[in-house]
């Protein structure tokens, strides 16, 4: 076991699925001498050669329309966005093309690739470098949508991400990369996909999450959920984790309308609604861009998810 950051454990996953497989691939802007703005690739392309680790142009839709077609030809191609930000321009290429390819091509064709891109906020890096926009992408059949929050889970989960036969979109969260250590095994291992994640047993309050543990000093016992795939998502272990405490919080980044938190609310609403002792309360971002200031004010920090704790507590 090594200790790592999550931004090593990204490289190091990285390192081993190239040295494992030949077919895999990795590129984007900066990826290759300079090892990309948060130095993710740092490293492989001295290792792997600028054939298996190269720089591309500043061309997002053609970073994943390239991508595709290596995909469709026999590789694993591994492309970094990288800002989350700036993946618009290849929206139509990702759900389009490489989430409709299984399904148009009637399964003679499918996109074995990975869309890696840091996202959110937390490095005060503005509204052009801070959103979360995963709810768009979650509202595509045909791919998948991965989000690690350990250095444990980013390895594994980025592995099972390459090996999957299917566009997976692994958005890391930056301001976890160095913020965050834990062991990690060496070599080749898998966190399998559509799974959750329990960080805190508790009875009294779920708390569906995508980071953060949360202190329970006021004598509420919390039961805190790391959802690591939001699609596909594991559905059941939503909803019993919202059946053994009758009440959930959702926190999210992203903005409150139309959001993830909200389709957790749903799920408890319709397949638990029974179960519960109050209404879900989401903790969210607000509904504007992300602030070029006052991003501590924007972001669900500890004293907004207690609040919302306590309100479900004491309904």
Request: with cysteine; aromatic share 8%.
């Amino acid at each position: 076991m090594a200790n790592m950051t999550l931004i090593g454990a990204v490289n190091d996953a990285l390192k081993t699925a190239l040295r494992e497989d030949p077919s895999v691939l990795v590129f984007g802007e900066d990826v290759g001498k300079k090892g990309g703005v948060f130095l993710a690739t740092d490293g492989l392309q001295a290792e792997f050669g600028a054939d298996r680790c190269f720089d591309t142009p500043l061309s997002e839709d053609g970073i994943i329309g390239t991508a595709i077609g290596m995909a469709m030809n026999g590789l694993k191609p591994v492309a970094e966005i990288q800002f989350q930000d700036f993946i618009f321009p290849a929206f139509d290429q990702i759900v389009s093309e490489a989430a409709k390819l299984r399904y148009r091509s009637g399964g003679q064709y499918t996109a074995p690739m990975v869309i890696r891109t840091p996202y959110g906020g937390g490095i005060r890096g503005g509204l052009y470098h801070s959103q979360s926009g995963e709810a768009y992408f979650c509202h595509t059949p045909g791919m998948k949508v991965v989000i690690p929050s350990t250095p444990y889970d980013a390895k594994g989960l980025l592995l099972a991400a390459i090996a999957d036969p299917d566009p997976v979109l692994f958005m890391e969260p930056k301001a976890l990369y160095r913020a965050v250590k834990g062991e990690v095994p060496e070599g080749h291992y898998t966190v399998e996909l559509s799974t959750t994640r329990n960080v805190r047993e508790g009875d009294d309050v779920t708390v569906v999450e995508k980071a953060a543990d949360m202190a329970a000093e006021k004598g509420i016992s919390v039961h805190v959920v790391d959802l690591r795939t939001l699609l596909p998502l594991d559905e059941s272990a939503v909803v019993e984790a919202a059946k053994k405490t009758g009440r959930v919080v959702t926190v999210t980044e992203a903005p409150r309308f139309c959001g993830y938190a909200g389709e957790i609310s749903a799920i408890v609403a319709e397949r638990a609604i029974e179960y519960m002792e109050a209404p879900v309360v989401r903790v969210t971002g607000f509904d504007t861009p992300f602030p070029n200031t006052l991003e501590h004010h924007y972001l669900p920090d500890a004293r907004r998810v207690i609040d919302a704790i306590e309100k479900v507590a004491n309904f």
